[in-house]
């Protein structure tokens, strides 16, 4: 059900969503706010056909750099969740920064514009000694330039934006198409891994879950300027990797020599500021647990 059925009566427009990217999460809160019945458009520069979507969602074929305002003017709710063609820093330049300067141009022209949720990363964060992070730390330069990009790309929409921006920060995204660690479990030999370099999880399903949540929040509801979408339980390679290899009956992994409890740990520890009840795996365990029953 669509939680647009508590919207206040300051806020009578019927909701039109516009979801630029048609990834592997665009598609997905494409379809499931169609599944809701919520009036929403996909937007990606392929042909409609390439994408399986829902048949109740509407679909505009177009490079999301070269939008007019006209073509977007009537939605009252964008999501940009892109990702790059290739990982290079430039691609993520014109990507996540050039389309949310595009789209932070046509501000003026767009007055039914109401919200605009960017799907960040939580790689902004420059921090990298094992510091505890919140919604309300802010980021230290990320040493990797394409993690710049992002978060110029953030700031960019929130001076146009104001409170309109509503920034969503995912973690490590995993899943049951998103196996990079357990393929890394399942190797009989295995790199010496450092003892505390620190990692956060947050499951797809669930990041579609947060998506789709914000942007059918009622105008009236409490919205966060940031979002940190992360489950509930960092955990440090070294010990993910060693679960996961005593599930799989594989070879456990080595500590890495001289990576001892005197360590300076490495990575950060996520504070969600997720309501848990979004959550269908609050910890890494549900998660890979889930996903290890079901292959």
């Known amino acids: ?20 990217g048609q990834g592997d999460i665009g598609l997905a809160v494409t379809n499931r706010l169609a599944e809701q019945q919520v ?37 009252t709710h964008i999501a940009i969740i892109v990702t790059p063609d290739t990982y290079e820093a430039d691609n993520y330049k014109n ?7 595009h789209i932070a141009e046509l501000q003026s022209q ?14 902004v964060y420059g921090q990298d000694n094992g510091e505890w992070i919140d919604e309300t730390v802010e ?9 710049q990009y992002i978060l110029r790309a953030e ?8 409170n309109r921006a509503i920034i969503i920060r995912p973690s490590g995204i995993y899943g049951k198409q998103r196996l990079m660690r357990v393929r890394k479990a399942k190797e009989a030999e295995k790199q010496p891994m450092p003892r505390y370099a620190w990692t956060n999880r947050i499951m797809d399903i669930d990041l579609v879950t947060i998506i ?20 509930y339980a960092p955990v440090t390679s070294f010990e993910l990797t060693t679960w996961l290899a005593t599930q799989l009956n594989s ?44 292959k």
């Open 212 to 231: 789709t949540r914000i942007l059918t929040l009622s105008k009236s509801e409490e919205l966060k300027p940031i979002y940190l979408a992360t489950d």
């Open 39 to 75: 009036k929403v458009t996909g937007l990606a520069r392929g042909e409609k056909h390439a994408y399986d979507l829902h048949q109740r969602a509407h679909y505009i074929q177009a490079d999301a750099l070269k939008l007019t305002a006209d073509q977007i003017k009537d939605f």
């Open 139 to 147: 980021p230290q330069l990320p040493k990797r330039e394409a993690s």
């Open 251 to 294: 070879t456990a992994p080595s500590i890495k020599p001289g990576s001892t409890t005197e360590t300076q740990p490495t990575g950060k520890r996520l504070h969600s500021n997720i309501p848990r009840d979004w959550l269908q795996f609050p910890d890494w365990q549900s998660g890979y647990s889930h996903i290890l029953q079901s």
């Open 1 to 20: 059900m669509s939680h647009f059925s508590t919207v206040s009566s300051d806020n009578l427009k019927e909701p039109n969503l516009l979801i630029i």
């Open 110 to 123: 767009l007055p039914q514009l109401t919200r605009v949720v960017f799907i960040s990363s939580t790689g």
């Open 95 to 101: 990507t996540y920064l050039g389309i949310a300067q």
């Open 155 to 162: 700031q960019v929409l929130q001076q146009a934006y104001g």
